[in-house]
């Protein structure tokens, strides 16, 4: 049995789909095939169940998959002991994060300090964040909303205030500040659904009484500020430096308390690289350690429940 055979597996396992997985892992579907067979020919059974060209992993399969993931999971914790063996400089650091901006100054700064160590970087929605937890394959995880999940620990970084964006001549462009109910009628730019920030901010508008009419969704700030903008709608937009330069108008919102929390999490039971571990130290520094709650955020904490800011 080689590694080769079970990474594989796991990846038809995950997907039920030998023409899905074959584009995945970038080989010929006869080739994969074959390689699924050869596993099932020296465990003496089947570990699909198959109907035409629909496969679904059976109860052997089932069981071979968890244990297939742990054994892979315990090889990769030996390669990554001896790469530590070998001092920071030659570690690898996997990230799973819901938005780059936040995040894109200090990696650029500790990659100037230790240019040797290289960063695998998923930019992954909350459910695929759950799934990459269950799979145990990467550091940290990075994002605005709680993540649920035994063995999960999380660290404040970074809190920002949010604010209303609007284009120069718009209706509101000559307030400081609005309540968010009196943009209720207004057409919105926002993430995609199923995006941590989109989920962050529909939660917002709910809290003010309507549901937002999103006309335009994108996956990046930069293309959201663009729309808004060429007069597409308004946004939601974060206080953090990179949004300074997207000349538009920002309308802080009084009511209700508009503001995100970006966390850092990782799994208790991931064996922990040195570079990982001084990548985490270096964040924890670089935004001051966890923030500080202010006077507003204590008198509207009602906001705070069911995981929507953390």
Known sequence: M????????LTVARLEHITRAAEELRIAQPAL???IAR???DLGTPLFDRQGRNIRLNPYG???????????????????EVADMAGLEQGRIHLALSNMEQIRDPLKEFLSRHPQVHFHILQASMEEMEQLIETNETDFYMT????HH????????????VYLAVPPGHRLAGRGSINLIEAAEESFVGYKEGHPLRKMNDEFCRHAGFIPKVVCEVEDPASIADLVRSGFGIAFIGSCKSSEDLKLIKLSVNKPLCQRTFHIAWLDNRYLSKAAIAFREFLLQHFEGPPRQSPRTRTSSYFLEEGALI
Do not use: V
Request: charged share 30%; no cysteine.
């Open 62 to 80: 089932r069981a071979f998959q968890a244990k297939a993931q742990a054994a892979l999971q315990l090889l990769e914790e030996g390669r990554r």
């Open 33 to 35: 095939s074959k390689t």
């Open 150 to 161: 035994p063995g999960i620990r999380q660290m404040p970084l970074l809190k920002e205030e």
């Open 2 to 9: 080689e590694m080769l055979q079970l990474r594989y597996f």
């Open 39 to 41: 596993l099932e020919e």
């Open 144 to 147: 605005a909303m709680a993540l």
